[in-house]
């Protein structure tokens, strides 16, 4: 399968397959946020992490289960991934390219505001974003941080917006090139 092609059958990636005795738990990534399902690649402060910067990059993305979504792509074969790394030719796996990312957003939160991303209060997190988009990161060491944002802004997209529903939230009409056989 063509690459962006991939990318374009969202519909898979939006449900998300958890193994079972009997077989395997279809839900969407707000589903498994939902029902907090545990994370196979995430550690517990880098999921909080993630979805506190990733909801002040795209406010609703907390709820519509980015971090699971994310998670459970990391989770995936590299050929069946949907995140946008994939698309921008970051070499596999992608999760080395989270977590160095993740820890140094960490590491630069903890020297610059005394907290992780996940305990800051919202003007000061508006700040970091801001220190993410400017590259104004002193001693960063991780991915570009501005790589980073625009990284974790288009995921967190893809999941809260990249729906008939999502679009609908935004009052915008749903104008795929291929319109989905169902519903998801």
């Known amino acids: 399968m063509h690459p962006l092609r991939g990318r374009r059958s969202v519909v898979k990636a ?3 397959a958890y193994p079972l005795v009997s077989g395997a738990l279809l839900l969407s990534p707000a589903q498994a946020r939902e029902r907090k399902l545990p994370l196979a690649v995430l550690d517990v402060e880098e999921a909080a992490d993630l979805e ?3 909801e002040a990059l795209v406010p609703g993305s907390a709820e519509a289960g980015a971090v699971h979504f994310i998670d459970y792509q990391l989770a995936r074969p590299a050929i069946d991934s949907l995140l946008m790394l994939r698309y921008l030719g970051v070499p596999q796996p992608h999760v080395n390219f989270y977590r160095s990312g993740l820890a140094a957003l960490a590491q630069h939160a903890i020297a ?8 800051l209060p919202a003007p000061v997190l508006d700040q970091l974003i801001t220190d993410l988009i400017t590259d104004d990161t002193p001693d960063w060491a991780g991915p570009p941080a501005s790589f980073l944002y625009f990284v974790w802004r288009s995921d967190g997209v893809d999941v809260t917006y990249g729906t008939e529903d999502g679009m609908a939230a935004l009052d915008t009409p749903y104008m795929a090139h291929i319109r989905p056989e169902k519903l998801w």
Request: aromatic share 8%; hydrophobic share 45%; charged share 20%.
């Open 14 to 16: 939006l449900v998300l």
């Open 52 to 54: 506190a910067v990733i």
């Open 112 to 119: 610059r505001y005394g907290k992780r991303p996940s305990q």
